[in-house]
């Protein structure tokens, strides 16, 4: 078989949306600046951690030199709101994780907005983190492209092989996720409900499928 790389996207891909981190940046400003509702009405949807917190600072009237204490906060709250409401991965993409994880020429990648100590948060009460090989960051670009670029470069870094574009792909929910899969040149795969997909699909996506996935035709339709 020859090698694939998967790479996946954390929330609204292999998470439900649960409003952890929406919960957790409430938290956040109104400990830090008594504005609970700095980030009501603004989309997180396929965003970077760091260019969230940006905005928010923005909203409330503060600089950006104060991202590293929300940051900070941000990552206390988000840990207690995974203890109290537990797992929010989507079953499906529990199974397909562990299949592909249990195939030999299968490497399993992350690309995700999220900073690396939330993802690792997010993904723990799934057991899913221990699955993947490596990954990009939201503390490392605000470029998904950039992300989906770095983790390919780990990857081939860690198996010593270079994987050809026609076999890696990049699973995710948002526009950003088509866009970066497609300015790779690698196998884009949108996930949606089936309202959600028509934009995936414009953007050029090459698979769609609703968040509960079918793990086998995934498999033979992805990988071929
Ligand atoms: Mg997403």
Same mark, same amino acid.
């Given at each position: 078989?020859?090698?694939?790389?998967?790479?996946?996207?954390?929330?609204?891909?292999?998470?439900?949306?649960?409003?952890?981190?929406?919960?957790?940046?409430?938290?956040?400003?109104?400990?830090?600046?008594?504005?609970?509702?700095?980030?009501?009405?603004?989309?997180?949807?396929?965003?970077?951690?760091?260019?969230?917190?940006?905005?928010?600072?923005?909203?409330?009237?503060?600089?950006?030199?104060?991202?590293?204490?929300?940051?900070?906060?941000? &990552?206390?709250?988000?840990?207690?709101?995974?203890?109290?409401? #537990?797992?929010? *991965?989507?079953? %499906?993409?529990?199974? @397909?994780? =562990?299949?592909?994880?249990?195939?030999?020429?299968?490497?399993?990648?992350?690309?995700?907005?999220?900073?690396?100590?939330?993802?690792?948060?997010?993904?723990?009460?799934?057991?899913?983190?221990?699955?993947?090989?490596?990954?990009?960051?939201?503390?490392?670009?605000?470029?998904?492209?950039?992300?989906?670029?770095?983790?390919?470069?780990?990857?081939?870094?860690?198996?010593?092989?270079?994987?050809?574009?026609?076999?890696?792909?990049?699973?995710?929910?948002?526009?950003?996720?088509? &866009?970066?899969?497609?300015?790779?040149?690698?196998?884009?795969? #949108?996930?949606? *409900?089936?309202? %959600?997909?028509?934009? @995936?699909? =414009?953007?050029?996506?090459?698979?769609?499928?609703?968040?509960?996935?079918?793990?086998?035709?995934?498999?033979?339709?992805?990988?071929?």
């Amino acid at each position: 078989m020859q090698p694939f790389l998967a790479l996946f996207d954390i929330d609204g891909t292999l998470l439900r949306p649960s409003g952890l981190g929406r919960r957790s940046l409430a938290h956040t400003f109104s400990e830090l600046y008594a504005r609970p509702e700095a980030f009501d009405g603004i989309s997180f949807t396929g965003r970077t951690d760091r260019d969230i917190f940006r905005e928010g600072l923005a909203v409330v009237g503060r600089s950006d030199d104060e991202i590293h204490q929300v940051e900070e906060r941000y &990552l206390v709250h988000l840990e207690r709101e995974v203890q109290q409401r #537990g797992d929010s *991965a989507e079953p %499906a993409m529990v199974q @397909l994780i =562990r299949r592909l994880s249990g195939m030999a020429h299968v490497t399993l990648g992350l690309v995700t907005g999220n900073v690396r100590r939330a993802a690792t948060l997010k993904l723990a009460p799934s057991g899913l983190n221990e699955h993947f090989h490596c990954g990009a960051f939201g503390c490392e670009s605000h470029d998904r492209a950039e992300l989906v670029r770095r983790a390919i470069g780990r990857a081939e870094q860690l198996r010593g092989q270079s994987f050809p574009r026609s076999r890696i792909c990049h699973v995710g929910d948002a526009a950003s996720d088509i &866009l970066a899969a497609r300015d790779n040149g690698i196998i884009a795969v #949108g996930i949606g *409900a089936a309202d %959600a997909t028509a934009e @995936l699909v =414009r953007l050029g996506a090459h698979h769609l499928y609703a968040p509960d996935v079918p793990v086998e035709r995934f498999v033979v339709e992805v990988l071929g």
